[in-house]
């Protein structure tokens, strides 16, 4: 069987998950969940994430990563700049939507080409707070890696 057929019937061998950790003024962006994120993760409660999602057959990461941002937080794809590739883990199984598979998660460190600070948030997300690294690194614990926990660390040292 095709790779791209597997994709289609979703027996991926793992899924690739694009997260974007946008940066302003040592502060970043981080949403939490609302009820489709919660049912489709199987997870009771609320938590923060980064905005991203899973890769479409076909497309780019950097394709993947704008469509995410624009999606989850109304902006255009354009004034999404991406600056570099910020940290990159393969999790334990996990269940999305459905799914028991690990996850290749790459986050790239992003910035906003705009001064807008409001955003339109997708059904995914019910709220979104701008935060230090230090409160980050206490939000985002319970869902990223200790790797990407502790490059987290060192982002308001050298960026």
Not at 2 to 17: I, N, R, S, T
Request: with cysteine.
């Amino acid at each position: 069987m095709k790779a791209e057929e597997l994709f289609k019937q979703k027996k991926w061998l793992f899924f690739v998950g694009i997260k974007a950790l946008i940066l302003n003024k040592g502060k970043i962006l981080l949403l939490s969940s609302g009820i489709p994120e919660l049912s489709s993760t199987k997870r009771s409660r609320i938590f923060w994430d980064l905005p991203g999602g899973k890769a479409e057959w076909g497309e780019s990461v950097a394709e993947t990563l704008r469509r995410e941002v624009e999606e989850e937080l109304g902006i255009r794809k354009s004034d999404l700049k991406i600056i570099r590739i910020f940290e990159a883990s393969i999790s334990r199984i996990r269940t999305s939507h459905g799914i028991r598979v690990p996850l290749l998660l790459v986050t790239f460190l992003c910035s906003l080409r705009t001064n807008k600070r409001k955003f339109r948030l997708s059904d995914e997300h019910a709220s979104y707070k701008w935060v230090s690294i230090k409160d980050g690194k206490r939000l985002l614990g319970a869902k990223f890696s200790r790797s990407f926990i502790e490059e987290l660390a060192t982002l308001g040292e050298t960026d």
